[in-house]
Nanobody
Framework: QVQLVESGGGLVQAGDSLRLSCAASGGTFSSGIMAWFRRAPGKEREFVAAETWNGGTYYGDSVQGRFTISRDNPKNTVSLQMNSLKPEDTAVYYC??????????????????WGQGTQVTVSS
């Protein structure tokens, strides 16, 4: 049974940095993709970042240049380094994974596996 467990969320001030981590068990996603999404109160789930099995990275427009995704394939983990945080980054952040890579990697429906989420709150 695949499980994704996020950690690293918290309360920070605007301009601060935070690093989220996600550990996967029960599956390696060695030919797939691992990603981060977020959901702010009253909003739809939003694509944040993804990294393919061979190192290809993709970012949402609102985080491009501020956030960095990185995978450690042997450890089966994925991290999200978030810099220059803004109040509008406040959301529950979810780790997601899929076993294959397609062009639809920005769509949440593409991912079969999800973590429980970790809250990130950025105060102004």
């Amino acid at each position: 049974q695949v499980q994704l467990v996020e950690s690293g969320g918290g309360l920070v001030q605007a301009g601060d940095s935070l690093r989220l981590s996600c550990a996967a068990s029960g599956g390696t996603f060695s030919s797939g993709i691992m990603a981060w999404f977020r959901r702010a109160p009253g909003k739809e789930r939003e694509f944040v970042a993804a990294e393919t099995w061979n190192g290809g990275t993709y970012y949402g427009d609102s985080v491009q240049g501020r956030f960095t995704i990185s995978r450690d394939n042997p450890k089966n983990t994925v991290s999200l380094q978030m810099n220059s945080l803004k109040p509008e980054d406040t959301a529950v952040y979810y780790c997601a994974a899929a076993n294959v890579v397609t062009r639809a990697l920005r769509a949440p429906d593409y991912y079969a596996y999800w973590g429980q989420g970790t809250q990130v709150t950025v105060s102004s």
